[in-house]
């Protein structure tokens, strides 16, 4: 069973920056891909950015690409978002999630395990 738990989310003006991460508590957290999906309020949970197991290979939605980042220290056991140049409509709770998605990294049934979610507040 791998545990996830997200931190680093809160309020911050449009233009902004957070860096959210997303700790695990085992080792073999680095053997799976890891997803950050959020949901915002009365909107359905939505694809955010990906890293593969190895750390070299990423994936970022088009509402998101050029200003969010994605990347992992597995020696952490640590997935990091940062996320720059934010936006009001960035608003949402965001988690974590891990698995072998076996390329499918847009979708949440690809996923064995999530976090509980942090909550980003994007103020106009």
């Known amino acids: 069973q791998v545990q996830l738990v997200e931190s680093g989310g809160g309020l911050v003006q449009a233009g902004g920056s957070l860096r959210l991460s997303c700790a695990a508590s085992?080792?073999?957290?680095?053997?799976?891909?890891v997803g950050w999906f959020r949901q915002a309020p009365g909107k359905e949970r939505e694809f955010a950015a990906a890293?593969?197991?190895?750390?070299?290979?990423?994936y970022y939605a088009d509402s998101v690409k050029g200003r969010f980042t994605i990347s992992r220290d597995n020696a952490k056991n640590t997935v990091y978002l940062q996320m720059n140049s934010l936006k009001p409509e960035d608003t949402a709770v965001y988690s974590c999630?891990?698995?072998?998605?076996?390329?499918?990294?847009?979708?949440?049934?690809?996923?064995?395990?999530w976090g509980q979610g942090t909550q980003v507040t994007v103020s106009s």
């Open positions: 999630a891990a698995g072998r998605t076996y390329g499918e990294y847009t979708r949440t049934t690809a996923y064995d395990y």
């Open positions: 085992v080792r073999t957290f680095s053997s799976y891909d």
């Open positions: 890293i593969r197991w190895s750390g070299d290979t990423a």
